[in-house]
């Protein structure tokens, strides 16, 4: 079985940095990809950011792009989320997932859908203040 499990959200100003951890429970972390979606109130969940198997390989939302960065450590079982630059719409919970299938496969289309994904985290809030 593979457990997820994200830390790091809380209440930022708006223009301040903050970082998302995702730590992976499971022993055949390894090939799989990653992704990180959130979900506002009232609206469904949004992708936010992918990455391969390996770390070389990144997709963004347009909204996030330039501002956020994902990026995962495989030696320790860990994907993270930096955010700098925060804004207001920012705002909701954010989610890891993990891809349970091993795959080399990573094109600029992989990852942006939630049902490329097998494992999800429960999630940790994010509250930008304006």
């Known amino acids: 079985q593979v457990r997820l499990v994200e830390s790091g959200g809380r209440l930022v100003k708006a223009g301040e940095n903050l970082g998302l951890s995702c730590a992976v429970f499971?022993?055949?972390?390894?090939?799989?990809?990653m992704g990180w979606f959130r979900q506002a109130p009232g609206k469904e969940r949004e992708f936010v950011a992918a990455?391969?198997?390996?770390?070389?390989?990144?997709n963004y939302a347009d909204s996030v792009k330039g501002r956020f960065t994902i990026s995962r450590n495989n030696a320790e079982n860990m994907a993270s989320l930096q955010m700098d630059r925060l804004k207001p719409e920012d705002t909701a919970v954010y989610y890891c997932a993990i891809d349970g299938h091993t795959t080399t496969e990573f094109t600029s289309h992989t990852g942006r859908h939630p049902d490329e994904y097998d494992y999800w985290g429960q999630g940790t809030q994010v509250t930008v203040s304006s």
């Open positions: 499971t022993d055949t972390f390894g090939q799989n990809n």
């Open positions: 990455i391969s198997w390996h770390g070389w390989n990144t």
